[in-house]
């Protein structure tokens, strides 16, 4: 592990931190900017999936994700953790999900001998953007501990075996396998199409890769904890990625070709480092991020 470590100068903390979940009724009472939406508590602590349960019952029918102490700090959700993360009795565990009318924190404090759960809602999300970063590492046991090392370089997801990480001297490259019966199509006429047409085709496109995209952030930057400094829901505000996203002008070239390419590369950016980050897809469900470092 130490030889792995001393190449991992990209990554920080992977800890899986994705569950879906249907909206509360529970009375918003004020709390500053935010609004306690509701809280639950456990007196024995929550035991085996019950937490993720109650995640489930309260959130949405959205993605929650887990809050990174190193990352771009939004306002309105200091407003809330600080006085928090600056008491004694500070959170175990911290997540958000933003797939409703107003963004959820979620919040997992102790309580006594046991746990409770408390929910704020949010007015909205309101850090401003700023360049992509690579964080520093942390101990090795933390960065890979929803992983299983199965060779000196290679890392597999505990929970999908189709999640993977290769890592070497200055590449880290995540993969995500999942082949499609119905494989992404391209018409061979698509340069004598008209403007109107083309332009419905290059929208379709666009959405189908705006799709892949979530895929790829859902399995490699949700599945992980402290290697970016944007926090998860960074990733998909337009304010936030449109400069690193494919143009519809990439789009129609593509398709102008009228063959299938190899990789298409959804989103790339240079870090404030020098890292390159791209994130790629084959069109039939192969998806991959590479990490390389200067």
């Not at 006594?112 to 942390?138: I, M, Q, R, S």
């Not at 890979?144 to 000196?152: A, E, G, L, N, V």
């Not at 009228?258 to 084959?282: L, N, Q």
Request: proline residues 5%; charged residues 25%.
């Amino acid at each position: 592990m130490r030889n792995v470590f001393a190449v991992c100068a990209l990554l920080s903390v992977l800890v899986t931190s994705a569950f879906a979940a249907p909206a509360s009724s529970s009375k918003a009472k004020s709390a500053g900017s935010a609004k306690i939406y509701g809280a639950v508590e456990a007196k024995d602590g929550f035991l085996g999936s019950r937490l993720f349960d109650v995640l489930d019952s309260v959130g949405g029918t959205g993605t929650w994700m887990e809050w990174d102490v190193n990352g771009v700090r939004d306002p309105s959700v200091s407003k809330v953790l600080d006085p928090l993360l600056n008491s004694t009795n500070k959170p175990k565990m911290i997540w958000v999900i933003t797939e409703r009318e107003m963004p959820l924190l979620a919040v997992l404090l102790p309580k006594g001998a046991g746990e409770v759960v408390v929910f704020y809602e949010l007015g909205t999300l309101d850090a401003k953007p700023v360049p992509l970063k690579l964080n520093k590492v942390l101990t090795p046991d933390v960065v890979f501990r929803d992983y299983r090392q199965i060779s000196d370089k290679a890392f597999v997801h505990l929970d999908r075996p189709n999640l993977k990480i290769s890592v070497l001297n200055k590449l880290i490259r995540f993969t995500y396998d999942n082949p499609d019966d119905t494989p992404l199509r391209y018409d061979p006429d698509f340069s004598k199409k008209t403007l109107i047409e083309k332009r419905n085709e290059v929208n379709d496109y666009r959405g189908f890769l705006k799709y892949e995209y979530s895929m790829m952030l859902r399995a490699f930057v949700q599945s992980t904890r402290g290697i970016f400094n944007w926090q998860p829901w960074h990733w998909y505000m337009d304010n936030w990625n449109s400069k690193y996203m494919i143009s519809s002008k990439e789009i129609e070239m593509i398709l102008s070709k009228g063959v299938r390419p190899e990789y298409i590369t959804v989103f790339k950016a240079k870090a404030s480092s020098g890292e390159i980050v791209e994130m790629r897809t084959t069109g039939n469900g192969f998806l991959e991020m590479v990490i390389t470092r200067p």
